[in-house]
């Protein structure tokens, strides 16, 4: 087995894992969303904006990119859930693409 393909199998796990808890702090960021909509939390709470600023600030970037191409109808954002099925989908595709490219290397 060559370095290049050991490294590529290296790579499946963390890069499988990134993605799933990516996927993890878009979910919390479509709960804290509507927990915020209803002024569930108190958004003046240090701890509370700490949390909310650090959720917005991974997450926003991410779901801008599909607010460029469905932009929000409405009070309705359909970013989170294209972007949640993108990713789901790339978490499938990625590691498989990772496992080949290891495969035609070795």
Not at 58 to 77: C, E, V, W
Not at 82 to 99: E, T
Request: aromatic residues 16%.
């Amino acid at each position: 087995m060559s370095v290049i393909a050991a490294f590529l199998n290296a790579l499946i796990v963390p890069v499988a894992l990134i993605l799933h808890y990516y996927g993890i702090v878009i979910i919390a960021a479509v709960i804290l969303s509507w927990l915020e909509a209803f002024h569930v939390l108190n958004t003046y709470n240090r701890f509370v904006a700490a949390v909310c600023t650090t959720i917005h600030r991974l997450t926003d970037p991410y779901f801008n990119f599909f607010r460029k191409i469905i932009p929000p109808s409405g009070n309705i954002d359909f970013s989170p859930l294209i972007g949640l099925f993108a990713l789901y989908f790339l978490q499938s595709f990625i590691p498989k693409v990772l496992a080949i490219m290891a495969n035609a290397v070795s």
